[in-house]
């Protein structure tokens, strides 16, 4: 099984900042890695596909980069409705797994 | 627009069945892939099953692999989990989610609203 390990566990920041959320993969994954943002009480929603690509509708101040093992998601200047907790998932084998979350807390 | 609405959820003692549904609208339901993943109260995501747009590729995760049985009818629009043997740690949101159209590295780029599923005596 490969894991999926995220750092931080939680970040506050205040609005404008910039923030960077890592996901390490276990083994090597290529670019089969993928970032959702889950609300408080919503389902988990599509940012970034395959690393690096923007899913349809996304802001353009998320972006992810990486392959390999080691993956990012940044958030360009924050906004207050970006406070969620963020999750990676690799679909390069069975069984799909997902990293532990980061929670992002507006100040 | 894509629409994933899960449904059956509810309180069930442990070693009992629940059975789950997932209506699918806005796009062809029987050219994708599907799969469930769950959330226990205050914590991540877990993946649940995969079932093929033919049914014919089913897997699940370790956890629920002999209890759980994933469905699917085209003609319906509808994905199904039976839950069967459940235990408190079955405790979740249960959420449908939309794969690829085939087999292969796809992220899940639908989700349902999910439905809560509540294993206790």
């Known amino acids: 099984e490969i894991v999926l390990t995220q750092s931080p566990d939680f970040q506050s920041v205040t609005p404008k900042e910039k923030i960077t959320i890592t996901c390490r993969a276990s083994?090597?994954?290529?670019?089969?890695l993928h970032w959702y943002q889950q609300k408080p009480d919503q389902s988990p929603k599509l940012l970034i596909k395959?690393?690096?690509q923007s899913f349809s509708g996304v802001p353009s101040r998320f972006s992810g980069s990486g392959s390999g093992t080691d993956f990012t998601l940044t958030i360009n200047t924050l906004e207050a409705e970006d406070a969620a907790t963020y999750y990676c998932?690799?679909?390069?084998?069975?069984?799909?797994?997902f990293g532990q979350g980061t929670k992002v807390e507006i100040k | 627009e894509v629409q994933l609405v899960e449904s059956g959820g509810g309180l069930v003692q442990p070693g009992g069945s629940l059975r789950l549904s997932c209506a699918a609208s806005?796009?062809?339901?029987?050219?994708?892939?599907m799969n469930w993943v769950r959330q226990a109260p205050g914590k991540g995501l877990e993946w649940v099953s995969y079932?093929?747009?033919?049914?014919?590729?089913?897997y699940y995760g370790d956890s629920v692999k002999g209890r759980f049985t994933i469905s699917r009818d085209n003609a319906k629009n509808s994905l199904y989990l039976q839950m069967n043997s459940l235990r408190d740690e079955d405790t979740a949101v249960y959420y449908c989610?939309?794969?690829?159209?085939?087999?292969?590295?796809?992220?899940?780029?639908?989700w349902g609203q999910g439905t809560l599923v509540t294993v206790s005596s």
């Open positions: 806005g796009f062809t339901f029987s050219s994708y892939s």
């Open positions: 079932i093929s747009s033919s049914s014919s590729t089913i």
């Open positions: 989610a939309r794969d690829g159209e085939h087999w292969g590295s796809y992220p899940f780029d639908y």
């Open positions: 395959y690393a690096s």
């Open positions: 083994q090597s994954i290529g670019n089969s």
């Open positions: 998932h690799q679909s390069s084998s069975l069984p799909r797994t």
